[in-house]
């Protein structure tokens, strides 16, 4: 496959393709989810967190994301549990994150057991760095929970989720890394995408829906 010459420049010092291309990536990735955040109205945690999931959601499974979706729910489902059976004991907050992400790493390690004894292989086999970005999510969620409740915690989480989804299908789509490869520079229009919304002012799509009884009047 021919590359621009800035990549094959890239490639022949020894920098793995696929390396330069979500580095590329990323600042598309990130530009998704300040468009979700700007004109959606979609909050997610922040704008790392569902980046770096985006990214986690490839090593799972070549063929799909049912198995980062089942892992991120996984993990959100345990770190409610454990946060509630928690609660009681009245902990400071760093020993509960820790007891949080020792439960749910222990409850990962029992999923891909049972991964692996019914021969799911793309499961059983994923390496420990995505399982680990899946599972530093729970910080973000227990502090979310503690901050704002449970159930904000999870709606933040739902939309981490979807915006993480649509950014895997992004990243994976043939014909945008295609296009980036041979035309790495069209990058920069992600920084002019981003100057305009960082002028944005007019009401968020979700905004619309919420006060559509007040905007109907307008």
């Not at 499974?61 to 009681?88: E, W």
């Not at 749910?104 to 029992?110: H, Y």
């Not at 992600?190 to 109907?216: A, H, P, Q």
């Amino acid at each position: 496959m021919q590359y621009h010459p800035l990549i094959a420049f890239f490639v022949e010092q020894g920098v793995p393709v696929q390396t330069v291309l979500l580095l590329l990536m990323l600042p598309v990735i990130a530009t998704l989810v300040a468009f979700f955040r700007q004109v959606i109205g979609i909050k997610a945690f922040g704008i790392y967190t569902p980046s770096i999931i985006t990214f986690a959601l490839l090593a799972f499974d070549p063929n799909g994301v049912k198995y980062g979706i089942a892992i991120f729910v996984s993990v959100i489902v345990v770190g409610m549990l454990a946060r509630f059976v928690l609660k009681r004991f009245r902990l400071l907050y760093l020993p509960r994150v820790a007891i949080t992400l020792s439960i749910i790493s222990l409850a990962i390690l029992i999923i891909l057991v049972i991964g692996g004894m019914y021969q799911r292989t793309g499961l059983a086999a994923v390496s420990i760095f995505p399982l680990l970005i899946m599972i530093t999510l729970a910080e973000k969620f227990v502090a979310t929970q503690i901050e704002k409740g449970s159930r904000a915690a999870f709606i933040l989480a739902v939309e981490t989720l979807i915006i993480s989804v649509i950014g895997y299908f992004l990243v994976s789509w043939h014909a945008l890394t295609a296009l980036i490869l041979h035309f790495p520079w069209i990058i920069l229009f992600t920084f002019l995408i981003n100057f305009s919304l960082g002028k944005w002012t007019g009401l968020r799509v979700t905004e619309y829906f919420r006060f559509r009884k007040i905007t109907r009047y307008l």
